[in-house]
């Protein structure tokens, strides 16, 4: 089982940036991957950090904004969020699997961190 405490949410205004931080115990030989869920919407996949240093992203709807990138000496995966528009709001979760990215069979869930978007 991997620990997972994300961090680093809160509120921010359009056009804002914030960067998330996943903290995984441990997170050798863990793929990890990004999700949101705003309200009254079902779970969103955004992308996901290999064990081997790859990267994949799970929709375009972020791309060109969201940047997945990983630190491995501090245990640590983050999810820098730019240009940040009130769409983006939601509960944003990290989650660890022993799989590839692309399987997305992730076992280990995070508590969450709230994102709000709003002027």
């Known amino acids: 089982q991997t620990q997972l405490v994300e961090s680093g949410g ?16 441990p997170l050798n030989y863990r793929s990890i991957g990004w999700f949101r869920q705003a309200p ?8 996901c950090s290999s064990s081997s240093g790859l990267y994949m992203n799970y929709t375009d709807s972020v791309k060109g904004r969201f ?6 000496a501090k245990n640590r995966v983050y999810l820098q969020m730019d240009s940040l528009n009130d769409e983006d709001t939601g509960t944003y ?17 995070g508590q969450g961190t709230q994102v709000t978007v709003s002027s």
């Open 67 to 72: 940047t997945i990138s990983r630190d491995n």
């Open 10 to 25: 809160g509120l921010v205004q359009p056009g804002g940036s914030l960067r998330l931080s996943c903290l995984a115990s």
């Open 40 to 47: 009254g919407k079902e779970r969103e996949a955004l992308g």
């Open 93 to 109: 979760y990290c989650a660890a699997t022993r799989g590839s990215c692309m399987a997305r069979d992730f076992q280990s869930w």
